[in-house]
């Protein structure tokens, strides 16, 4: 099983297209050099936001993510969990930790978690908002 797959209810209520999109999705947030790939899995119109920082379409959220490699040298994502709001519902929450190495060689693991909507765009499921929350102060912390 890959780290990226998260565990869901048994009762099926989140779609399976969503399990799937959040594999490549978190892989590809693990990729350092990616941006261009991670900005195309959100609508032109999406709007993301990471602990108190905010981007609304895809230049601003591109931006975000270059930014998000400053100080990392490797991060790996675990999600955990995927709840909906609903069956078939394009609503979700996940937990998970993400495992920081920052680029002074100082590491930390992050508990999240985040709210998720879906929306399909050229024929593509892609999220149109992505919010984050996290302890941002761990990174401050790192040993």
């Known amino acids: 099983m890959s780290q990226y797959q998260a565990a869901v209810p048994s009762d099926g209520s989140v ?3 969503i399990r799937k ?3 490549e999705f978190y892989a590809t947030s ?3 050099d990616a941006h ?3 900005a195309a899995g959100f609508t ?3 709007k993301l936001i990471m602990a108190s920082n905010e981007a609304n379409g895809t230049q601003e959220i591109l931006k975000m993510r270059e930014g998000m490699w400053e100080k990392v040298a490797k991060r790996s994502h675990k999600p955990a969990q995927i709840y909906s709001f609903g069956p078939g519902s394009n609503d979700v929450m996940l937990l998970g930790t993400v495992d920081y190495e920052l680029k002074d060689g100082r590491k930390t693991t992050v508990d999240w978690a985040a709210r998720s909507q879906f929306a399909e765009e050229a024929g593509q499921l892609k999220m149109s908002f992505y919010q984050v929350y996290l302890d941002t102060a761990a990174m401050a912390k790192a040993q």
């Open 30 to 32: 693990d990729t350092p």
């Open 21 to 23: 999109y959040y594999e």
């Open 44 to 46: 032109r119109d999406a």
């Open 15 to 17: 779609k399976h297209e």
């Open 36 to 38: 261009e790939k991670y």
